[in-house]
């Protein structure tokens, strides 16, 4: 199955590209796709753990199975006052 990967801005800048196009088997998750996109784009891996991802507009946990066509942002969080 495809899915679409979108980085938020704190991660995009470390990419290659803000927006990937991962081939994955049918049934993976959330974390298979940061996996995947951590081994594509090794610059990025160690801050994907902190990286909160969004399905179809909704907060998503790492299980959370995806379906082909589906696009998964993954945002930094940010803090301040």
Known sequence: ???RVRLGAGLARLAAAPLHS???????????ACDRLAADEPQ???ALDAAL????GVHA??????RHGDELALLT???GG
């Not at 991962?22 to 298979?32: I, N, Y």
């Open 1 to 3: 199955m495809q899915v």
């Open 53 to 56: 991802p969004v399905v179809a």
């Open 22 to 32: 991962l081939e994955l088997d049918e049934g993976a998750t959330v974390a298979d």
């Open 61 to 66: 946990q790492r299980t959370d199975p995806l």
């Open 77 to 79: 969080p940010v803090a």
């Open 44 to 46: 990025i891996a160690g």
